[in-house]
T-cell receptor, first 113, second 112 residues
Framework: EADIYQTPRYLVIGTGKKITLECSQT?????MYWYQQDPGMELHLIHY???????EKGDLSSESTVSRIRTEHFPLTLESARPSHTSQYLC????????????FGPGTRLTVT | QKEVEQNSGPLSVPEGAIASLNCTYS??????FFWYRQYSGKSPELIMF????GDKEDGRFTAQLNKASQYVSLLIRDSQPSDSATYLC????????????FGAGTRLAVHP
């Protein structure tokens, strides 16, 4: 079982606000990921990190940014929220080989009004 | 062609029956294969993973992998109403950051 946490679980915010979604894991996993998922749709990778000070953009273009200053912490920031950012954001991590299974946090459901 | 394909369903089975969920993938270099269960409004929960050809069993769940046919399946024996959820197939493709590609999921409905 994974110990990976996300806060807040739900967020309703107005257009133009800056928001930070928090993700933390206590397993010492080097690799962490952010996915975006709309209701009934596929997960899309938006950011990933190999380790401290390593971040890359994923497959789905996103206006969000991430940072990885500590191994356990991988926050995602939106500088100016828009209604098109309304979605569920899922954080995941993996310990690595041999199978690289990823464990997910509970998610943050973001609504931008 | 999508990289990971699943029938969207819904797949409806009676309680106690075997549910069979299927997934095909396009990248022959894919290395690990995962099944996640996702309840509505919740995050995906890892059920099983497999990386060698053949069957892998864990309780009521069996994952089957056929790399030659690029096919992976999940069998759920003695299906229960609590198994009703969307099942996501994911494939780890070659590359430096161990990226998972997810299918769109198959919705399973187990009726009493």
């Amino acid at each position: 079982e994974a110990d990976i946490y996300q806060t807040p679980r739900y967020l309703v915010i107005g257009t133009g606000k800056k928001i930070t979604l928090e993700c933390s894991q206590t397993m010492g996993h080097d690799k962490m990921y952010w996915y975006q998922q709309d209701p009934g749709m596929e997960l899309h990778l938006i950011h990933y990190s190999y380790g401290v000070n390593s971040t890359e953009k994923g497959d789905l273009s996103s206006e969000s940014t991430v940072s990885r200053i500590r191994t356990e912490h991988f926050p995602l920031t939106l500088e100016s929220a828009r209604p098109s950012h309304t979605s569920q954001y899922l954080c995941a991590s993996t310990r690595g080989g041999p199978s690289y299974e990823q464990y997910f946090g509970p998610g943050t459901r973001l609504t931008v009004t | 062609q999508k990289e990971v394909e699943q029938n969207s369903g819904p797949l409806s089975v009676p309680e106690g029956a075997i549910a069979s969920l299927n997934c095909t993938y396009s990248d022959r270099g894919s290395q690990s294969f995962f099944w996640y269960r996702q309840y509505s409004g919740k995050s995906p929960e890892l059920i099983m993973f497999i990386y060698s050809n053949g069957d892998k069993e864990d309780g009521r769940f069996t994952a089957q992998l056929n790399k030659a046919s690029q096919y992976v399946s999940l069998l759920i024996r003695d299906s229960q109403p609590s198994d009703s959820a969307t099942y996501l197939c994911a494939v780890r493709i070659p590359g430096g950051y161990n990226k998972l590609i997810f299918g769109a999921g198959t919705r399973l409905a187990v009726h009493p």
